[in-house]
């Protein structure tokens, strides 16, 4: 029962939250009654903060093995280009059959172990030893799942993956150095027939 419940049912008013947080973090700002925005910025800057936290935490977990700031974000980069190991090749026909897979044809398997190798060659330009290299590829991979985690945590609670997308693409990096304090409320007056009391929301 904690909080403010904006005179509203429960559906209805998470349904209301829901869709005024989406709107502030699309266009940045949102009027709305005073009360109702009090809801919504402890919600952004709770979502915010968690995304900031998801990040953070990923990043530390792959500067831990890979402390040049510059190699980790190549690294990760490669990482997010595809699902690779150094000492990965490809299959045979006959070991695909035993997976259950389609055959590969000679141009399909040509394609694929050119990409393979020069994802290899990109890891290994990065960082020259091949165990080194292969255990910063994991760690990226593992940075990669904690920042997913925040990703579907922050998705349970705004309606369209586009916003969380932007949160981690936009905001991340523009809050990332503030301890709080993401959105501001200015007050803009009544409003004419029930003089209800209108502010401005947007983030800072």
């Known amino acids: 029962m904690a909080g403010n419940r904006i005179n509203m049912p429960e559906p209805r008013r998470r349904a209301a939250v829901r869709s005024m947080v989406d709107g502030l973090f699309i266009w940045e700002h949102i009027n709305t009654t005073d009360a109702r925005a009090h809801v919504a910025q402890s919600e952004a800057e709770r979502l915010i903060a968690l995304a900031i936290r998801g990040h953070k935490r990923a ?4 500067t831990a093995v890979v ?11 490669l990482a997010r280009r595809g699902r690779f190991s150094l000492d990965e090749t490809i299959p045979s ?12 044809s000679p141009e399909a398997r040509k394609r694929k172990e050119d990409r393979l190798a020069a994802l290899k060659k990109e890891m290994l330009a990065i960082i020259k030893n091949q165990d080194d290299a292969q255990k910063a590829l994991t760690a990226a991979r593992e940075a990669m799942a904690i920042e997913l985690h925040a990703r579907r945590t922050i998705l349970k609670r705004l309606p369209r993956e586009t916003t969380v997308k ?4 936009q905001f991340v990096p523009r809050f990332s150095g503030r301890n709080g304090g993401y959105t501001r409320i200015t007050k803009l007056g009544a409003r004419r027939g029930d003089g209800a009391h209108i502010v401005r929301l947007d983030l800072v």
């Open 166 to 169: 932007k949160i981690f693409e």
């Open 67 to 77: 402390p040049d700031h510059e190699a980790a974000e190549r690294v990760l980069a």
């Open 59 to 62: 990043w530390d977990h792959l």
């Open 93 to 104: 026909n006959e070991d695909r059959a035993n997976l259950g897979k389609y055959p590969l």
